[in-house]
């Protein structure tokens, strides 16, 4: 795993994450991100880009928390290397769940009362709507909101028991304990698709690829493949690690059902749960 020191700015490697205390940051991807090729080529220039505030407010707020590591998905993977994406997003879901604090930055949420998380703000908020930030919010054992100007909101065990479940949809007893293993393994197939269901990703194939830790299985990375394929191969996986027979509950809409009558076993995108 490699970290960001949150004074120098400089990465450190480090083969057992739990054998080190760190922050960790979640967001939605904007423009000018900031990458290690950035970070290690140039990092004067790399200062210049708009992502750069990112990882100079993270570091600020693990600083004042007392953590001297940081990691930040933008520039602590090299994703050139295939191996390197391939062990990070397999690991990604244990990361977030093994950090001392999480920091959630909502980009488009306006600035306003401190600890304060209304509805209607954050159904709009993107980062309720994409694919990777749903293992972000439930893996963490403390997770802070920040908006838009990097002001404190309040944190995930304030707000679980009310505006959250009400966003989300998921249960205060999964956002809070949802990092633990066995906890979120006694939580059905089918109730951790519905979470997924309204959530988009970029890439099609992310879609599956995001929710790997949710599930606890492993897989290749297959870029290429199309979002179809990968849903299918991660169900599949799903079904060869529990046999949970509910991942089968799932229906498509009358305007997609197929003339035949007939459909296959296996749904395409957690929409269809």
């Known amino acids: 795993m490699r970290l960001i020191n949150s004074s120098s700015f400089e990465f450190e490697d480090f083969i057992d ?12 991807w904007a423009d000018e991100e900031v990458s290690y090729q950035d970070m290690i080529s140039n ?20 600083v004042e928390k007392g953590f001297q590591y940081v ?41 306003g009362g401190q600890q304060t998380l209304e509805f209607q703000q954050l159904r709009d908020c993107r980062w309720f709507s994409r694919g990777w930030t749903l293992q972000e919010l439930i893996a963490p ?15 995930k065990e304030q707000h679980a028991r009310k505006v ?7 249960e205060p007893y999964a956002l809070l304990l949802g990092g633990q293993p066995s906890i979120l393994a006694k939580r059905s197939a089918v109730e951790k698709m519905i979470w997924a269901s309204q959530r988009e ?15 606890g299985v492993n897989m290749p990375l297959l870029y290429g493949e199309g979002g179809d394929k990968a849903f299918i191969r991660l169900q599949t996986a799903i079904l060869a ?7 089968l509950a799932w229906s498509l809409p009358k305007d997609m059902e197929h003339k035949s009558g007939f459909c ?10």
């Open 17 to 28: 994450p739990t054998a080190v205390d760190y922050a960790i940051l979640s967001h939605t």
């Open 43 to 62: 990092r004067s220039q790399a200062e210049k880009k708009l992502g750069f505030t990112k990882i100079r407010e993270a570091a600020r707020l693990a």
């Open 71 to 111: 990691w930040i998905d933008t520039c602590c993977i090299d994703k050139s290397s295939s191996a390197e994406l391939s062990e990070a997003i397999n690991s990604m879901f244990f990361w977030y769940a093994q950090s001392n604090v999480c920091f959630a930055h909502l980009a488009d949420l306006p600035p």
């Open 141 to 155: 054992r403390r997770l802070e909101f920040y908006d838009s100007e990097w002001r404190f909101r309040g944190t």
């Open 164 to 170: 959250l479940k009400d966003v989300t949809g998921i």
């Open 201 to 215: 990703t970029t890439r099609p194939e992310d879609m599956a690829y995001c929710l790997f830790g949710l599930f």
């Open 241 to 247: 690690a529990t046999n949970d027979l509910s991942i």
């Open 264 to 273: 296959q076993i296996l749904a395409t995108s957690p929409r269809f749960f």
